[in-house]
């Protein structure tokens, strides 16, 4: 079964609106942690946000917010104000238990086509 | 935020040779560091955990003597693509984690292999 459920296989936003993309998440594990990353057509991952299980308020970077709702298993990423540069692959990603050498396991993305 | 480097960024090989990749954290003692493998427009699968000075630990279904990964140091791991075939050219990117924040795991750019 799937650990990481990212629903949207591409999605085509206008430029300067909002942006979610969803993930959801299956753990039995009460500590854990979910990231998301951005990859670009070059191919490099770049970390965006981190919220943790226990952390009681949705984690915020900048125009990057994660809203995480612990009862749905839900950790969806909000970009506002989306900009052209924001044209990238979005990966959710978990990793499992406290230990910070437990492995991150990543869903099969989300394609964000930012439209000028 | 810390830097990994890995070398090559891209290698083009013949069927039946060995290929080097090297992974290295740059300003950071890297005490863990992950394998993962990426196929075109697929997400990253995760080959192989490394921690400094002892074996890997390998994913089910990742060949560890196809797949030698050596963790020598606290900034250099390497993966070894054995006897390389067609079917391994993909994109492998290593991770490391052990510096700066407290759960940010940093990822290099990348090597794009292709066996011909």
């Known amino acids: 079964a799937q650990k990481i459920t990212q629903t949207q296989p591409g999605m085509f936003v206008q430029e300067k609106e909002a942006v979610t993309l969803d993930c959801t998440y299956d753990?039995?594990?009460?500590?854990?942690?979910l990231f998301w990353y951005k990859q670009p057509s070059s191919g490099e991952m770049i970390f965006l946000i981190y919220?943790?299980?226990?952390?009681?308020q949705n984690a915020t970077e900048g125009r990057y917010s994660l809203n995480f709702q612990k009862a749905r298993k839900s950790a969806n990423l909000v970009i506002s104000a989306s900009q052209l540069g924001d044209s990238a692959m979005y990966f959710c990603a978990m990793r499992e238990g406290p230990s910070r050498d437990d492995k991150i396991i990543f869903g099969k993305g989300t394609r964000l086509h930012i439209l000028p | 935020g810390a830097v990994v480097s890995q070398h090559p960024s891209r290698v083009i090989c013949k069927s039946g040779t060995s290929v080097k990749i090297e992974c290295r954290s740059l300003?950071?003692?890297?005490?863990?560091m992950f394998w993962y493998r990426q196929f075109p427009k697929q997400s990253l699968m995760l080959m192989a955990t490394s921690n400094e000075g002892s074996k890997a630990t390998y994913e089910q279904g990742v060949e560890k003597d196809k797949f030698l990964i050596n963790h020598a140091s606290l900034t250099l791991s390497t993966l070894t693509v054995t006897s390389a075939h067609p079917e391994d050219s993909s994109f492998y990117i290593c991770?490391?984690?052990?510096?700066?924040?407290?759960?940010?795991?940093?990822f290099g750019p990348g090597t794009r292999l292709t066996v011909l």
């Open positions: 300003d950071f003692q890297a005490t863990t």
């Open positions: 991770s490391a984690r052990g510096g700066g924040g407290n759960n940010e795991q940093f």
């Open positions: 919220q943790g299980s226990y952390d009681e």
């Open positions: 753990t039995s594990d009460q500590s854990y942690g």
